[in-house]
Nanobody, 119 residues
Framework: QVQLVESGGGLVQAGESLTLSCAAAGSFFAINTMGWYRQAPGKQRDLVAI???????NYESSVRDRFTISRDYAKNTVALQMNRLKPEDTAVYYC?????????????WGRGTQVTVSS
């Protein structure tokens, strides 16, 4: 079993920055992809950014020039640096990881952290 614990959410004003962090803990063979999704009230959960085990990144188009995803492979952590935040970035942000166990590949999710951007 793997636990993902997010931190770093909060309330900021438009134009400010915030960094989210997520740490994976538990028993596993390796972690493949890690990433962040977000879900605004009344909307579906959407991809924000992901980073592969080889460092390849992919971003949702509206955040590509403002957010940066990074990963510490030794510590099994992933971070999301969010700059020039906008009110439309307000959502619950979820960390996700694709984890390799000895015989299966399984997706895990954190509980989420709230990001609120005021105008």
């Amino acid at each position: 079993q793997v636990q993902l614990v997010e931190s770093g959410g909060g309330l900021v004003q438009a134009g400010e920055s915030l960094t989210l962090s997520c740490a994976a803990a538990g028993s596993f063979f390796a972690i493949n992809t890690m990433g962040w999704y977000r879900q605004a009230p009344g909307k579906q959960r959407d991809l924000v950014a992901i980073i592969s085990s080889g460092g390849r990144t992919n971003y949702e188009s509206s955040v590509r020039d403002r957010f940066t995803i990074s990963r510490d492979y030794a510590k099994n952590t992933v971070a999301l640096q969010m700059n020039r935040l906008k009110p439309e970035d307000t959502a619950v942000y979820y960390c996700t990881a694709e984890v390799m166990h000895t015989d299966i590949l399984k997706d895990y999710w954190g509980r989420g952290t709230q990001v609120t951007v005021s105008s």
